[in-house]
């Protein structure tokens, strides 16, 4: 398995500011993942975060929004960018354990932003 | 793209046994999860099929067939801890090993 972190695990920001959530992973993974969780909804695929590369978005999300690090294989970052009220939802960070085929996906605490 | 269904919500009492049904459509099918997931809290992995059959792990068992694009997940001797919602995810070749996850059902067990 695979031990993640994230930080902040909460917070409150005003329209128009950025947040920048920070995710550390106790291993070495190539593949991260940033998913959103909206209020009463499922988890919702942002992109996909390689060490080396640029980020993979999915339909709907965009760099210039949610932009990402990736600076090594323990650390990313994610960016909400310009946030609207339609942006609060937890955000999380998910990796793969050992072998990204066998192996199962593990997700971080989350960080529950809200914003006003 | 994906579909994914399973039930918005379902109730049943403690030590009863209940099954959360999953339905789905991808093209290229690599795997099938279910998690856990409290209010408030990040979804906890329960269960993974990628071959037809049943896995069995301690009160949880899952169940696929790949030809019918089908899944279960059977919950025994339910406790009052187990009330969350359970998430049915697929494993896409096709999204980069991502998964994808269908809306969730949350399962409410009473005395």
């Known amino acids: 398995s695979a031990v993640i972190s994230q930080k902040p695990s909460r917070d409150i920001c005003q329209r128009g500011t950025s947040l920048t959530i920070q995710c550390q992973v106790d291993?070495?993974?190539?593949?991260m993942f940033w998913y959103r969780q909206q209020p009463g909804q499922s988890l919702t695929l942002i992109a996909t975060?390689?060490?080396?590369?640029?980020?993979?978005?999915e339909s709907g999300f965009v760099i210039d929004k949610f932009p990402i690090s990736r600076p090594n294989l323990t650390f990313s970052t994610l960016t909400v960018s310009n946030m609207s009220p339609e942006d609060s939802s937890i955000y999380l960070c998910?990796?793969?354990?050992?072998?990204?085929?066998?192996?199962?996906?593990?997700f971080g605490p989350g960080t529950r932003l809200t914003v006003l | 793209g994906q579909n994914i269904d399973q039930p918005t919500e379902m109730t049943a009492t403690e030590g009863a046994i209940v099954q959360i049904n999953c339905t789905y459509q991808?093209?290229?099918?690599?795997?099938l999860f279910w998690y856990q997931q409290h209010a408030g809290e990040a979804p906890t992995f329960l269960s993974y099929?990628?071959?037809?059959g049943l896995e069995e792990k301690g009160r949880f068992s899952s169940f696929l067939s790949r030809s019918k694009g089908y899944s279960y997940l059977l919950l025994k001797e339910l406790q009052m801890k187990d009330s969350a919602s359970y998430l049915c995810?697929?494993?896409?070749?096709?999204?980069?090993?991502?998964?994808?996850f269908g809306k969730g059902t949350s399962l409410l067990v009473t005395p």
């Open positions: 991808t093209s290229g099918f690599n795997g």
């Open positions: 291993s070495q993974v190539t593949m």
């Open positions: 998910s990796v793969f354990g050992q072998d990204r085929v066998t192996d199962t996906q593990y």
């Open positions: 975060a390689n060490q080396g590369s640029e980020a993979t978005y």
């Open positions: 995810a697929v494993r896409d070749t096709n999204s980069g090993y991502a998964l994808n």
């Open positions: 099929n990628v071959l037809d």
